[in-house]
């Protein structure tokens, strides 16, 4: 178990496809969503700028007590992907805070005690300030983060673990590539 990212150039939206999944009484051609490349387009409520870039206003919906934001489905390459990650939940964590500590966030003991409007600029915020296991993460969120993958990595590579740091510094180039691949005109899907 753990976060697996897969980042695609390009999407086309779905704007007629039903809110669930449109072979949700099974297929009848042997194609469901997942075959046809379907994705549905969703943050929790909290992360607002992931959906930032796609076409629409988002709708909210709440499930098992969870608020989330949706922006329909969206059709994707699923063969062709321009990026992927794969970290344990906690090596996601430990991932997140090296990128907080190369960014020169403030030392807090927890994150979600910050105010986002006060952090909303600092390095990888839109990937820190995210969920760690679903959800859409958009061209426009993907397009801020370009910069700061390129810009610290040095800073990272100084924060990070001397013993493992090569797994590290493989799984931070991993997502500067899925970054760049998606930034503008695609998405990193968390899954
Ligand atoms: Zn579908």
Not at 28 to 33: A, K, L, N, R, V
Not at 69 to 79: A, L, S
Not at 172 to 186: F, P, Q, R
Request: with cysteine.
């Amino acid at each position: 178990m753990g976060l697996d990212t897969t980042a695609f150039r390009s999407f086309e939206p779905l704007p007629g496809h039903p809110d669930e999944y449109c072979d949700e009484d099974g297929p009848e051609d042997g194609e469901g969503c997942y075959e046809r490349g379907h994705e549905k387009v969703f943050a929790y409520a909290d992360f607002p700028h992931a959906l930032d870039g796609f076409p629409g206003e988002p709708t909210v919906s709440e499930t098992w007590g969870s608020k989330f934001i949706e922006k329909g489905w969206v059709k994707i390459d699923r063969d062709n992907p321009v990026g992927s990650t794969h970290a344990s939940y906690s090596g996601h964590g430990i991932f997140r805070d090296l990128l907080r500590a190369a960014g020169g966030w403030p030392e807090t003991a927890d994150k979600w005690d910050l105010d986002v409007e006060q952090i909303k600029d600092l390095p990888f915020f839109e990937l820190i300030w995210f969920a760690d296991n679903e959800g859409t993460l958009g061209p426009v969120a993907c397009a801020a983060l370009v910069d700061d993958f390129e810009k610290y990595r040095e800073n990272f590579i100084a924060v990070t673990d001397s013993t493992r740091a090569d797994w590290w510094i493989s799984l931070y180039d991993d997502w500067a590539e899925c970054v760049k691949g998606a930034a503008n005109t695609g998405f990193i899907d968390f899954h």
